[in-house]
């Protein structure tokens, strides 16, 4: 689920970044220039000729939206996957892991200035052990334009009298993951989300494969 990639950081750099953190709000360092999912985004004036620009630098990808987000000890998030892979650099933490829920395995967190990427469509979570808030700098993978012979246009929404939040976990557990397979194997394009509804384009033989997974509390569109 995890794997290192050959891009990494001074760790003097990243005590610096730690340092001027103040509080466990979650803080976007960059912004969109186009497309949310798909367009580059750029780093922040305020953060231009700091620690954060040269760290944010050393990786030399295209870039998504980018946070340095935080998990205070005793901390853990709820099972889900995500629709684009991240990129993570361990900033902060003692006895903190994220766990990959489809193989049981756990994968430690450590501050040695290294960048992984993190597959993450597969059903996961963090966990912080320690007493030390947990830093990560989690910077999204852009989606890939798909290469689509026999294109259909899919909207999905969330049915009525239904939670928005028992949605978005009950989406996040069992559609993101399929959605994260089909944009790496190019049968993903023009996704897209606003005000609960999905939108996206992919080929005509994925559609009966979505609709046998959909949950009953979501409801599919050809549009």
Request: contains cysteine.
């Amino acid at each position: 689920m995890l794997h290192k990639i050959p891009f990494t950081v001074p760790t003097d750099l990243i005590d610096i970044v730690v340092s001027k953190i103040d509080g466990t709000d979650t803080i976007t360092i960059n912004q969109p220039t186009g497309d949310f999912f798909y367009d580059d985004w750029e780093l922040k004036s305020e953060y231009k000729d700091t620690a954060i620009e040269h760290i944010y630098s050393s990786l030399p990808k295209r870039k998504g939206e980018a946070r340095i987000i935080s998990l205070s000890g005793g901390e853990a998030y709820s099972s889900h996957a995500d629709i684009d892979d991240r990129y993570h650099l361990n900033l902060s933490g003692d006895r903190s892991f994220l766990i990959d829920l489809d193989n049981r395995t756990m994968h430690e967190t450590q501050t040695d200035g290294c960048w992984y990427l993190m597959d993450a469509g597969r059903k996961h979570s963090a966990v912080n052990f320690g007493y030390k808030i947990r830093y990560q700098l989690v910077v999204r993978k852009l989606l890939d334009k798909g290469n689509i012979k026999e294109p259909i246009n899919v909207k999905i929404t969330v049915k009525e009298n239904i939670n928005l939040d028992t949605a978005r976990f009950i989406f996040d557990d069992v559609i993101s993951s399929c959605l994260n397979i089909l944009n790496k194997e190019g049968f993903l394009d023009n996704f897209s989300y606003s005000n609960n509804v999905i939108k996206f384009t992919t080929d005509a033989q994925h559609v009966y494969k979505l609709e046998d997974i959909l949950p009953k509390e979501f409801k599919m569109e050809i549009v």
